[in-house]
């Protein structure tokens, strides 16, 4: 059974930084992607940064691209999201997301169907 569980989340002033993690226990590594979407208060749920089970190809959401970085360690299992530069914008409850068969810009530009989906966590960035 795999599980996807979060941390790393809370609150940041503007211009700090956060690193989200996401532990994908019993999810394999040798195909498909994980990655990270978001939903603001308001907006709708969006793929933000995915990147591919067995490395090497990521996709980055045009509002975060150069201030995110997504990265994985295969041998514990978990998944990275490196926040810097983070403004009001991106406060949001922040999800990791698998799927075994999905390319990483397929993953985040996918909402439904996907494989598998963790609880969430919390990101507050005040002014």
């Known amino acids: 059974e795999v599980q996807l569980v979060e941390s790393g989340g809370g609150l940041v002033q503007t211009g700090g930084s956060l690193r989200l993690s996401c532990v994908a226990s019993?999810?394999?590594?040798?195909?498909?992607?994980i990655g990270w979407f978001r939903q603001a208060p308001g907006k709708e749920r969006e793929g933000i940064s995915c990147?591919?089970?067995?490395?090497?190809?990521?996709y980055y959401h045009g509002s975060v691209k150069g201030r995110f970085t997504i990265s994985k360690d295969t041998a514990k299992e978990t998944v990275y999201l490196q926040m810097d530069n983070l403004s009001p914008e991106d406060t949001a409850i922040y999800y990791c997301v698998a799927d075994e068969l999905l390319i990483p810009k397929s993953l985040c530009r996918t909402l439904y169907g996907l494989d598998y989906w963790g609880k969430g966590i919390q990101v507050t960035v005040s002014s």
């Open positions: 990147l591919s089970a067995r490395g090497g190809d990521t």
């Open positions: 019993g999810f394999p590594f040798d195909e498909g992607s």
